[in-house]
């Protein structure tokens, strides 16, 4: 970990749907509570399948209805690099941190997660891919990225990492 830095990176299958709501939302909930520079936020794919691609229309659409806008992000697959560099390695769902866990040097498996693990208000541990499903899906998405993010942001400051 860099010297009073933090870097978060929010997995998912694709990197269009669930991990960059994740890093649009936890940007926001950064920048509303702390003024700092030192939370490095990013997202990142299992899969390779949308490499450069925007995030899903309908992510995009739910997000920006509460005030995210996920316009500028672009999908990526995670690199062999990005255990190294991260502190925190947040799956979307099990899948996802099983092919993590994988790929992952085996120093590094401790940076692995399931994001929902600091959720405060679901006992739901992962977040169910709405690649497939109606707006709903959406919706939920961004609930539960919006609790466990909160949940993430208080750990950070309760750990000291970076100045509240």
Do not use: W
């Not at 990197?15 to 003024?35: D, L, M, Y």
């Not at 692995?112 to 679901?122: D, I, P, T």
């Amino acid at each position: 970990m860099e010297l009073g830095k933090i870097k978060i990176l929010f997995v998912c299958m694709g990197n269009i749907c669930r991990s960059p709501t994740a890093e649009g939302v936890f940007r926001h909930q950064v920048s509303k509570a702390v003024q700092t520079d030192n939370i490095i936020i990013d997202s990142a794919g299992t899969h390779a399948y949308h490499i450069g691609s925007s995030p899903d229309r309908r992510a995009q659409q739910a997000a920006l209805r509460r005030g995210y806008d996920l316009s500028s992000l672009r999908g990526r697959q995670v690199g062999p690099g990005d255990f190294q560099e991260f502190d925190y390695i947040l799956a979307m769902d099990r899948d996802n941190l099983a092919n993590l866990l994988q790929i992952c040097p085996p120093q590094e498996k401790h940076k692995l997660k399931l994001f929902m693990e600091f959720s405060r208000e679901f006992s739901q541990r992962e977040v169910p891919d709405p690649y497939y499903g109606g707006s709903q899906g959406f919706e939920n998405v961004l609930n539960m990225v919006e609790d466990a993010g909160l949940g993430l942001l208080e750990e950070i400051l309760a750990r000291k990492i970076v100045k509240g």
